[in-house]
């Protein structure tokens, strides 16, 4: 009998099935003494492909969705000082979207887990070459640990290109390492100045195949989403019916 693959949350293979006994280095089951809890493995990080969805300004209400699930902490770390839930509100109601691209990763659930906001900046980027763009992130606490910051971070790299920007910007607090991680790993030069961070990565310039991947990608996730929708809705559907029944 063939063993079926499992799959996580987000509807993708998992690295390691659940049971599989790993070294506590690689996020598997730890064993303990008789009798104790065993700890709690890491999150698994996910393989292969992740569909991330192009967002759009009719998508406002579950951007401020995703937001308000973010913690005081989060919230302080995502948009450098404390900001109130109206605050946020208002930086929904003030996305360009003609002007800037948002992406977003979703759950299986439909629940937007993670959001990008690739903003463009006004001026000329270092070196008074070209145009840059400033990349934002946040995601909820149960993406966390699956590297969907670093995708999201590649995936706003090719779009700039696109957007034909020469630099990509991110504009942290210094006590925010995961984000500062992803820019250092993506070759980004970083500047501290006190509390504050900012980091600079230089752009290849776009091609056909930048082109190409952002629309095959962009297809593809939508694509992906719409069928999980019709399950979800025609699941609904018939687990209504039966409740009827």
Same mark, same amino acid.
């Given at each position: 009998?063939?063993?079926?693959?499992?799959?996580?949350?987000?509807?993708?293979?998992?690295?390691?099935?659940?049971?599989?006994?790993?070294?506590? &280095?690689?996020?598997?089951?730890?064993?303990?003494?008789?009798?104790?809890?065993?700890?709690?493995? /890491?999150?698994?990080?996910?393989d292969g492909w992740v569909p991330i969805r192009d #967002?759009?300004? &009719?998508?406002?209400?579950? =951007?401020?969705?995703?937001?308000?699930?973010?913690?005081?902490?989060? &919230?302080?770390?995502?948009?450098?000082?404390?900001?109130? /839930?109206?605050?946020?509100?208002?930086?929904?109601?003030?996305?360009?979207?003609?002007?800037?691209?948002?992406? @977003? =990763?979703?759950?299986?659930r439909l629940q937007l887990v993670a959001v990008a906001? !690739?903003?463009?900046?006004?001026?000329?980027?270092?070196? @008074?070459? @070209?145009?840059?763009?400033?990349?934002?992130?946040?995601? #909820?606490?149960? @993406?966390?640990?699956?590297? #969907?910051g670093m995708r999201l971070f590649k995936h706003a790299?090719?779009? *700039?290109?696109?957007?034909?920007?020469?630099?990509?910007?991110?504009?942290? #607090?210094?006590?925010? *390492?995961?984000?500062?991680? =992803? *820019?250092?790993?993506?070759?980004?030069?970083?500047? &501290?100045?006190?509390?504050?961070?900012? *980091?600079? !990565?230089?752009?290849?310039?776009?091609?056909?195949?930048?082109?190409?991947?952002?629309?095959?990608?962009? =297809?593809?996730?939508?694509?992906?989403?719409?069928?999980?929708?019709?399950?979800?809705?025609?699941?609904?559907?018939?687990?209504?019916?039966?409740?009827?029944?």
């Amino acid at each position: 009998m063939t063993r079926k693959t499992p799959h996580d949350r987000f509807g993708l293979p998992m690295a390691t099935p659940p049971g599989d006994t790993t070294h506590p &280095r690689d996020g598997g089951d730890v064993h303990t003494a008789a009798g104790a809890r065993p700890a709690k493995p /890491a999150p698994r990080r996910l393989d292969g492909w992740v569909p991330i969805r192009d #967002l759009h300004a &009719r998508h406002r209400s579950r =951007i401020i969705d995703h937001l308000l699930h973010l913690d005081e902490r989060d &919230r302080y770390l995502r948009f450098g000082s404390q900001v109130s /839930a109206e605050q946020m509100r208002r930086y929904v109601a003030s996305i360009d979207f003609h002007r800037d691209e948002v992406f @977003g =990763i979703f759950n299986s659930r439909l629940q937007l887990v993670a959001v990008a906001h !690739l903003a463009a900046l006004p001026g000329i980027a270092p070196g @008074g070459q @070209g145009r840059a763009m400033e990349f934002g992130v946040s995601v #909820l606490p149960a @993406g966390r640990g699956k590297g #969907l910051g670093m995708r999201l971070f590649k995936h706003a790299m090719v779009h *700039a290109r696109n957007q034909h920007a020469s630099h990509m910007m991110i504009h942290a #607090l210094t006590e925010n *390492a995961p984000m500062l991680h =992803i *820019a250092a790993k993506a070759g980004a030069v970083i500047e &501290r100045d006190g509390p504050e961070a900012e *980091a600079w !990565l230089k752009l290849p310039p776009d091609n056909f195949a930048s082109h190409f991947d952002s629309s095959v990608q962009s =297809i593809a996730a939508e694509a992906l989403y719409r069928v999980k929708y019709r399950v979800l809705h025609i699941s609904a559907w018939l687990r209504s019916l039966a409740s009827v029944n």
